[in-house]
Nanobody, 117 residues
Framework: QVQLVESGGGLVQPGGSLRLSCAASESISSLRGMGWYRQAPGKERELVAEFTSGGARNYGEFVKGRFTISRDNAKNTVYLQMNSLKPEDTAVYYC???????????WGQGTQVTVSS
């Protein structure tokens, strides 16, 4: 199984920025996909950003240009740069990775992001 270690969450003021990191236990270049979901209390888990197997980037509709997903293959790490944060961005952010086989995703433990004044 793929081990995922998330970091970078915390408390920020509205308009501030955070960069989340997700370090994988194996080469991320060989993975089918990798990215981030988030879940707020009482809400369903929703896509934030992801890489497809072809390297394309997909973003959730709510991002509207504020977030950027990137990766460092040498470090086996995927990043999520979050700018212009809003209180509604408050959630637990989960990293995921997906192999070509088996196709079921692996999940990190989650990191809390709180946007509040």
């Amino acid at each position: 199984q793929v081990q995922l270690v998330e970091s970078g969450g915390g408390l920020v003021q509205p308009g501030g920025s955070l960069r989340l990191s997700c370090a994988a236990s194996e080469s991320i270049s060989s993975l089918r996909g990798m990215g981030w979901y988030r879940q707020a209390p009482g809400k369903e888990r929703e896509l934030v950003a992801e890489f497809t197997s072809g390297g394309a980037r997909n973003y959730g509709e709510f991002v509207k240009g504020r977030f950027t997903i990137s990766r460092d293959n040498a470090k086996n790490t995927v990043y999520l740069q979050m700018n212009s944060l809003k209180p509604e961005d408050t959630a637990v952010y989960y990293c995921y990775a997906r192999r070509f086989y088996p196709p079921s995703p692996y999940w990190g433990q989650g990191t809390q992001v709180t946007v509040s004044s």
